[in-house]
Nanobody, 115 residues
Framework: QVQLVESGGGLVQPGGSLRLSCAAS????????MGWYRQAPGKARELVAG???????NYADSVKGRFTIARDNAKSTVYLQMNRLNSEDTAVYYC?????????WGQGTQVTVSS
């Protein structure tokens, strides 16, 4: 019953920017933590950024200072603003949303950074 729809991925040049969105719908009640993971070719899925219901954020060291996570509780949506992208950011990005019971995954969106 729960659906997370991701958008905003694509192909950008090094130094460029993208903004990812993830909108939750369905039976999620009282969303708590929201965040973004990514998985690059040949690597494990890793946490990129997270934000609590109170607005506290955390970031992977590799993206700190370049990426910003935000949420719109009225729209049940989490965003990831990605600036100064480089080739190491190329990956499939997955959103994750948690309520008090369990977490839910988005379908993934491809981000490719290449000239």
């Amino acid at each position: 019953q729960v659906q997370l729809v991701e958008s905003g991925g694509g192909l950008v040049q090094p130094g460029g920017s993208l903004r990812l969105s993830c909108a939750a719908s369905g039976s999620i009640f009282s969303i708590d933590w929201m965040g973004w993971y990514r998985q690059a070719p040949g690597k494990a899925r890793e946490l990129v950024a997270g934000i609590t219901s109170g607005g506290s954020t955390n970031y992977a060291d590799s993206v700190k200072g370049r990426f910003t996570i935000a949420r719109d509780n009225a729209k049940s949506t989490v965003y990831l603003q990605m600036n100064r992208l480089n080739s190491e950011d190329t990956a499939v990005y997955y959103c994750n949303v948690r309520d008090i019971v369990k977490g839910y995954w988005g379908q993934g969106t491809q981000v490719t950074v290449s000239s």
